[in-house]
């Protein structure tokens, strides 16, 4: 269920005290990870953090206009929603059919004893206390800016879009995550919490 609020502030004001209580806390916990470069806002009807044009001019490439996105927080109609590209973002495994983040990801959720309803997009929980917010942020830190870039370049380079070939202004995105770690890229990747062509995360 997309809003049509055009800034967080407003977003946050339109929901129902508990949803407001809950997306509140865990933005917070995003903000407070979230690495240099990633900027907040409004982002196909949710609250979005993405990487802003002046570091990567080419845009989303299923809609220029649009900022390639990295985290999403979203009220629905049944639930909430954690939309986290980081995760669904690499090189999939063969063994599992996903990624080593995504793998990553499962193993420390479950880790904590709580129940994770995890789907090809997104998380989803209806109460704050469903979710480990320690796994939330380590999530979020994992991911800086350079390091997105590159998996989604090469996932866009894998299914040979002109996207995947257009490359951000030399060293904007490297500037932006400056001492985060390299990570060798793989050509069979994930750009998005789907893959790399299909439609942005929906809320």
């Keep these: 269920m997309q809003s049509d609020?055009?800034?967080?502030?407003?977003y946050l004001a339109s929901l129902p005290a508990d949803r407001r209580a809950a997306v509140t806390a865990l933005r917070e916990v995003i903000l407070a990870n979230l690495p240099k470069g990633y900027e907040e806002g409004m982002q196909y009807g949710?609250?979005?953090?993405?990487?802003?044009?002046?570091?990567?001019?080419?845009?989303?490439?299923?809609?220029?206009?649009?900022p390639v996105p990295f985290a999403a927080l979203a009220s629905q109609k049944n639930n909430l929603a954690l939309y986290l590209m980081g995760v669904y973002c690499g090189?999939?495994?063969?063994?599992?059919?996903e990624t080593a983040e995504a793998t990553w990801f499962r193993e420390v959720w479950r880790a904590t004893g709580k129940r994770l309803d995890m789907g090809k997009s997104c998380v989803r929980f209806r109460r704050?206390?469903?979710?480990?917010?320690?796994?939330?942020?380590?999530?979020?830190?994992?991911?800086?800016v350079a390091l997105l870039l590159e998996r989604y370049q090469a996932g866009l380079a894998a299914q040979?879009?002109?996207?995947?070939?257009?490359?951000?202004?030399?060293?904007?995105?490297?500037?932006?995550?400056?001492?985060?770690?390299?990570?060798?890229?793989?050509?069979?990747t994930r750009s998005s919490p789907r893959r790399a062509g299909s439609p942005a995360p929906r809320g």
Excluded: F, N, W
């Excluded at 949710?46 to 649009?66: C, E, F, K």
């Excluded at 090189?91 to 059919?97: A, I, L, N």
């Design 160 to 188: 040979g879009t002109a996207a995947g070939r257009t490359r951000a202004k030399p060293g904007a995105a490297k500037g932006a995550a400056k001492g985060a770690p390299k990570r060798k890229a793989s050509a069979a």
């Design 91 to 97: 090189c999939v495994e063969p063994e599992t059919g």
């Design 46 to 66: 949710m609250i979005g953090y993405h990487v802003p044009h002046r570091l990567y001019p080419a845009g989303y490439h299923t809609d220029p206009s649009q």
């Design 128 to 144: 704050l206390e469903d979710v480990p917010l320690e796994v939330v942020a380590e999530a979020i830190r994992r991911v800086p």
């Design 5 to 10: 609020a055009k800034t967080v502030k407003a």
